[in-house]
């Protein structure tokens, strides 16, 4: 049954309505990626906070893996301005996400969860990072997903790979963003 404003409307037991956006009226999402190393204060940190500011007040839903370091930094810039910020966390407990993450999804996978964090955005966008980083931008490059890197890796390859296809260099958190928003639309 269709509602209003172009929302789906599902009946319940007991006669209540709840409406449910469409595919196309979801918030847009964002994967943010780095080391879960990068002290407090650091370089990383502070650019994934200042990203994780601007990402949720565009709007954009930030994805993440977590846990500490850039994506600790990442959630809490998203949540001081009112922003959501899902955790998508490697063990059974939810407990183990960092304080800023407004919803979390516990995997019980490992480092496989890293597919899940990729494939939740519609962009990446990586900050710094070591090997769990750089399997997170081959996981989103062959899913398809656009990644910006901030300060992240740099990769050259071969034939088909050379100049590392659907891999944009940021200088600053405001390019990263901007260039992801632009991939958005």
Same mark, same amino acid.
């Given at each position: ?9 599902? #009946? ?40 994780? !500011?601007?990402?949720? #007040? ?17 959630? !809490?810039?998203?949540? *001081? +301005? ?6 998508? +966390? ?26 899940? +964090? ?43 790979? *050379? ?10 958190? !405001?390019?990263?963003? /901007?260039?992801?928003? /632009?991939?958005?639309?």
């Amino acid at each position: 049954m269709k509602g209003a404003g172009g929302s789906r409307r599902r #009946e319940q037991r007991g006669g209540s309505v709840e409406t449910h956006p469409r595919p196309s009226e979801r918030t847009r999402q964002v994967a943010v990626i780095g080391s879960s190393g990068a002290e407090p204060g650091s370089e990383a940190a502070r650019l994934a906070e200042e990203v994780g !500011r601007l990402l949720a #007040e565009a709007g954009v839903t930030l994805v993440c893996g977590g846990l500490t370091g850039v994506m600790e930094a990442a959630c !809490r810039g998203a949540s *001081e +301005v009112g922003g959501v910020a899902i955790g998508i +966390v490697p063990g059974n407990a939810r407990s183990d996400a960092n304080p800023y993450c407004t919803h979390v999804v516990a995997t019980g996978i490992g480092h496989a969860r890293n597919l899940a +964090v990729v494939s939740s955005g519609d962009a990446v966008i990586a900050i710094g990072g070591e090997w769990g980083t750089l399997s997170e931008i081959g996981l989103a490059r062959a899913l398809g997903r656009p990644v910006i890197a901030l300060r992240s890796w740099t990769m050259s390859g071969r034939e088909a790979m *050379e100049d590392a296809p659907g891999v944009l260099h940021a200088e600053s958190p !405001r390019e990263a963003v /901007d260039l992801a928003l /632009d991939l958005l639309t």
